[in-house]
């Protein structure tokens, strides 16, 4: 009789515990406390705004190549375990896009993954990388999206299995897998070779969004850019870290500058899957300075 009495307390404890962390799980807009970024007495420039996009793949992402869509009306399908995310409109139509934001509504998106409307986003969307992006960037960015057709069409909604389905779910992701990046100053990612390759693939290049291994739940986890069993579609991603020592065929420094260029390999492959795409849109566009910055800061990672 005690036995049975003790285990129902136990069970009730168990219980009521659950049931308070669910609902804290649920509740919105934890994670939300990162002050707006402090953008004022900044202008943008939408010609470095072009290249930021750029280096940051917002396009590749945004645009459904596949069906011929405009740039940056959205569209483009995202297959993941949980399903599929759709990239929503981000062009400047002020209904369909983001044409009426302010530039601090479209900075807390790029660097917290909150809406104008207070809603979590998923992270699908690249904003634990870009949660470090220097301000001017951010202005740069906006004042380039700003300048982009407007295309007055919605993407389609994304089609997910419950409970990922659910927004206010992610505010216990982010608990547990986000943690909003100091925001950088130009003089940091400016600082050398170094700082600046840094900056290109941890935070616009968003690299490890992809060559770091996530958990079961989707958030990175293990040895930043050390590979990937789960990959964009379920493939393998490899190892950019270390590149420099491995046993069979070590890369150097003009072997990835080529790579990110034009795709091809030491061994004359040419790289495909996501890559081909990120090579595409984004790593060929860069100048070869910021290539050969990406290039020295894989190479200095162990
Ligand atoms: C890996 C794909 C990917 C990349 C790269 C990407 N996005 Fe997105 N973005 C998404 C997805 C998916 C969503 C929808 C997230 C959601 O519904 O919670 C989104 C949402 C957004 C939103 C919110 C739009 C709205 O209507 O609420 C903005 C703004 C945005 N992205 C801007 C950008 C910019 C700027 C870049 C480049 C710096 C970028 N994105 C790069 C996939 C991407
Ligand atoms: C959307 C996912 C994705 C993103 C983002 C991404 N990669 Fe990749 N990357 C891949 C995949 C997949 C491969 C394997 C391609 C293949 O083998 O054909 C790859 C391969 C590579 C390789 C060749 C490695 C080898 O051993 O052959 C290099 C170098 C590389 N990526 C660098 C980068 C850099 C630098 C960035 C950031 C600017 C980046 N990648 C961002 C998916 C991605």
Request: glycine content about 12%; overall charge positive.
């Amino acid at each position: 009789m005690r036995k049975l009495f003790r285990s129902l307390i136990s069970l009730t404890a168990v219980g009521a515990a659950s049931f308070a962390i669910l609902y804290w799980m649920v509740l919105p807009l934890l994670g939300a406390a990162q002050a707006p970024p402090d953008l004022s007495g900044l202008t943008g420039d939408p010609k470095r705004g072009a290249y930021v996009a750029a280096a940051s793949g917002c396009l590749a992402c945004h645009t459904d190549k596949k069906k011929g869509g405009k740039p940056f009306a959205g569209g483009h399908a995202l297959t993941t375990p949980f399903g599929t995310f759709y990239a929503p409109n981000i062009t400047s139509d002020p209904k369909f896009g983001i044409g009426g934001w302010s530039v601090s509504q479209f900075a807390r998106a790029l660097t917290a993954g909150i809406s104008p409307r207070g809603e979590h986003y998923f992270p699908s969307f690249p904003y634990t990388s870009y949660s470090a992006m220097t301000g001017q960037d951010i202005v740069d960015l906006k004042s380039y999206l700003d300048n982009v057709t407007a295309v007055a069409s919605a993407a389609p909604r994304h089609d997910l299995i419950w409970p990922a389905s659910d927004r206010r779910f992610l505010g216990g992701w982010k608990w547990l897998y986000f943690k909003p990046a100091k925001r950088l100053q130009v003089a940091q990612v400016e600082a050398g070779p170094l700082a600046r390759g840094a900056y290109l693939v941890n935070v616009l290049g968003h690299c490890g969004e992809c060559h770091t291994q996530r958990g079961l739940l989707g958030g990175s986890s293990s040895t930043p850019l050390a590979g990937n069993t789960r990959g964009p579609g379920g493939g393998k991603v490899p190892a950019i870290a270390g590149m420099g020592r491995r046993a069979k065929g070590p890369w150097s420094k003009d072997d990835l500058i080529t790579s990110l260029q034009m795709g091809m390999t030491p061994t004359g492959d040419f790289l495909g899957g996501s890559m081909a795409k990120v090579i595409n849109h984004s790593t060929s566009k860069l100048t070869s300075q910021d290539l050969a910055a990406i290039s020295g800061y894989l190479l200095s990672l162990r």
